[in-house]
């Protein structure tokens, strides 16, 4: 191959695809393409500083939010009768506004908080993404050999060398709980990722604690009833577009990562999967839920009920029902030579728990038997 | 994990009316929309303009969004493009000499990038700034932009070689 017949496959290795092994042999032994392509990053990083630049400017209005279907004419030239009381009170209710609307415009584009929690007894991690503001709240429930993990975290304020964090947290004991029992309803832990009412049941008797991390360092959280989470993250001026930069982008071969993932079938785009995972486990796996068409296992060892498909970087390529499948993932799904054997399970439904509008959402990594566990719950 | 909740939750506000929910998300797109525009038309009063356009779709037919294909915020994206690309063509002629670079001394990498940026025809152009800056994958721009995942690809690499060139050739040359 020569450059000419090359420079596409640089452009495609600058947006993190596998390429031929004749394609890479050629980049990896030419000047000019290696050139090419760290042009290609530097193009990027320029870019972004010159959006970090611009952002500075805040929007300077708000749109008129006009009410939907109301005919704004008749409305608005109609006499109707108002009492005094009741126009003072809606003059009073417009300052309110106009001082909120300024404090808003004040307050626009506040730093993010992106952060990886990680359980060092599984390995298994999520990442996350907050504002101080934000109703959002990072969450991670790692199913461990012994135990189950539970952590919620909330920013309560953003700024760049220190984050103020409330942290609540809990472990699941092992056993088999009483079905219908409160310890039960815990224990459908697969709750949290479905319904904000889910979260709140867990961690409904747990005590929140105030940490301040500090922007690059680790902090260790230790967890109510035993265990520990560890933290890490870094504050950003613009929402940062995925956490690749939490997840190994050269996972170990018996490790998988999923993050910012997609999945087609044929030419089909079934919709972006939310979240982010990885774990390294007997039978590293992990579970999305992509409704209406079902939910998806994939693990790296052969598991009951599984197909064979085919990993190769971030791409996971499988057959089932006379369709062909594409999983895109940001990152690198598994380590070790590729392309590599995958296995993968379609359940016909998200886990119950999620209720009849599941997300677009990772359910659940780590070993094979909890991931297919939580598809139950 | 929270923030697809939070974005399901959103939607369904967005649909119900809800103006507190809007003006939330208003705070939190609208410098990054503008940003786009700004680079996409090269001109500040008219990407001011195009966004709150924008928003007021999104305000106005919010059933257009299919939370199966994209985020909120890549319908918006998408929404600003479609309006963007419509304003250019209403006012390329006048707005072309506007958004052309400016002759003279140019001094940091940042503005020898905002000008080789500006070089390039509005299309590719806000293709790079969309997955570059604002970090849609392919898949997600051929939702927003209603092309094909492998027209987005070639498009992007079409568009890299633009600018590259461009770049490259108004770049000083470095002391040895």
């Known amino acids: 191959m020569n450059c000419q017949e090359v420079q596409p496959f640089v452009s495609a290795l600058h947006e993190g695809e596998s390429v031929s092994r004749e394609a890479a042999d050629h980049i990896r032994n030419c000047s000019a393409c290696r050139a090419q392509l760290e042009d290609y990053a530097r193009m990027g990083v320029e870019l972004r500083l010159l959006a970090s630049s611009a952002s500075e400017e805040v929007p300077t209005r708000l749109p008129h939010l006009p009410l939907r279907g109301r005919r704004w004419r008749p409305t608005l030239t109609a006499r109707v009768l108002v009492p005094r009381f009741a126009l003072g009170a809606g003059v009073f209710v417009i300052l309110g506004l106009s001082v909120g609307l300024g404090w808003m415009r004040a307050q626009s584009g506040g730093l993010w908080f992106q952060f990886d929690l990680n359980n060092p007894a599984t390995y298994a991690r999520v990442g996350c993404l907050i504002q101080a503001d934000d109703p959002a709240q990072g969450g991670f429930l790692s199913a461990g050999p012994h135990k189950q993990i539970g952590i919620r975290v909330k920013a309560l304020d953003v700024h760049n060398d220190v984050v103020r964090l409330m942290v609540r947290t809990r472990v699941f004991e092992p056993g088999e709980p009483v079905p219908g029992s409160a310890e039960d309803k815990a224990a459908s832990y697969q709750a949290a990722m479905g319904s904000r009412e889910g979260i709140d049941r867990i961690f409904a008797n747990t005590t929140p604690r105030e940490f301040d991390y500090v922007p690059g360092r680790t902090l260790e959280i230790p967890v109510e009833g035993g265990g520990k989470i560890l933290l890490t993250g870094a504050v950003f001026k613009l929402r940062p577009s995925f956490s690749a930069e939490w997840f190994p982008v050269t996972p170990k071969s018996d490790e998988v990562v999923l993050s910012k993932a997609a999945l087609v079938r044929g030419s089909e785009f079934l919709g972006e999967v939310q979240g982010s995972g990885s774990a390294q486990a007997t039978n590293s796996a992990f579970g999305i839920c992509v409704p209406p068409v079902g939910a998806f296992v994939f693990a790296l060892k052969p598991f009951e009920g599984a197909v064979q498909g085919v990993v190769e970087f971030g791409e996971a390529r499988f057959k089932m029902d006379g369709y062909s499948y594409t999983l895109f993932s940001a990152t690198p799904i598994t380590g070790g030579q590729q392309p590599r054997e995958i296995w993968v399970y379609r359940g016909q439904n998200c886990p119950p728990s999620w209720g009849p509008a599941p997300p677009h959402h990772i359910f659940g990594v780590g070993d094979v038997s909890n991931v297919l566990d939580a598809l139950r719950k | ?176």
């Open chain 2, 1 to 176: 994990m929270a923030t697809v909740e939070h974005e399901q939750e959103l939607w369904e506000r967005l649909r119900r009316g809800d103006t507190e929910a809007f003006a939330g998300f208003y705070r939190q797109h609208a410098t990054h929309l503008q940003g786009f525009l700004r680079h996409y038309l090269g001109d500040a009063k008219a990407a001011e303009d195009v966004a709150q356009e924008a928003f007021l779709q999104l305000w106005r037919h919010p059933n257009g969004f299919n939370p199966a294909r994209a985020t909120l915020k890549a319908y918006l994206f998408g929404i600003a493009a479609k309006r963007a690309a419509d304003w250019w063509r209403r006012c390329a002629r006048e707005e072309r000499a506007v958004a052309s670079p400016q002759a003279g001394f140019r001094t940091d990498a940042a503005t020898l990038m905002e000008d080789a940026l500006a070089r390039l025809e509005p299309e590719p152009r806000s293709l790079l700034w969309l997955r570059e800056v604002e970090g849609y994958s392919c898949a997600e721009l051929a939702v927003m932009l209603d092309i094909p995942p492998g027209t987005v690809k070639s498009r992007l690499f079409a568009a890299r070689e633009q600018l590259r060139r461009i770049w490259r050739g108004e770049k000083p040359q470095e002391e040895s």
